[in-house]
Nanobody, 122 residues
Framework: VQLVESGGGLVQAGDSLRLSCAAS????????MGWFRQAPGKEREFVAT????????VYADVVKGRFTISRDNAKNAVYLQMNSLEPEDTAVYYC????????????????WGQGTQVTVSS
C-alpha cells in the first residue's frame, strides 16, 4: 500500500487549502480512509475519516464546518478541503487507510503517507 499526500503549503489565516492523497495497492473503493495531523510536540490528532463506497464522513469537532473530506474512487484519491484556516491548524497532515477499531484513534489505521506540511500564519 502506498499513500502519497500533496497540496500543503504556507497560507494566511482565513485562507483555504486542498490536500490530496493518491492511494495504490489497496481496494480503494471499499477502503475507509482518514486524515490525521501532528503539530510539533503534540500527539497525532484525528481530523476526518470517510467510509468506503458512498463515502460517509466523520469529523473532529475542531474542524467541523471548516473542513470537508471527499473521495474519488475512479482516481483512487481522497481529499481534504480546508477552509477558514487558523494558525492552530498548523501541522503535518497525514493520509491513512483504516484497519480496525475506533476511527478516532491513529492505531486503528495501518498504512500512512509521508505527510504534507500545512502552515497557517496569523
Amino acid at each position: 500500500v502506498q499513500l502519497v499526500e500533496s497540496g500543503g503549503g504556507l497560507v494566511q489565516a482565513g485562507d483555504s487549502l486542498r490536500l490530496s492523497c493518491a492511494a495504490s495497492g489497496l481496494t480503494f473503493s471499499i477502503a475507509r480512509m482518514g486524515w490525521f495531523r501532528q503539530a510539533p510536540g503534540k500527539e497525532r490528532e484525528f481530523v476526518a475519516t470517510i467510509s468506503g463506497g458512498y463515502g460517509y464522513p466523520v469529523y473532529a469537532d475542531v474542524v467541523k464546518g471548516r473542513f470537508t473530506i471527499s473521495r474519488d474512487n475512479a482516481k483512487n484519491a481522497v481529499y481534504l478541503q480546508m477552509n477558514s484556516l487558523e494558525p492552530e491548524d498548523t501541522a503535518v497532515y497525514y493520509c491513512c487507510s483504516y484497519s480496525s477499531g475506533t476511527v478516532y484513534q491513529a492505531k486503528s489505521y495501518d498504512h500512512w503517507g509521508q505527510g504534507t506540511q500545512v502552515t497557517v500564519s496569523s
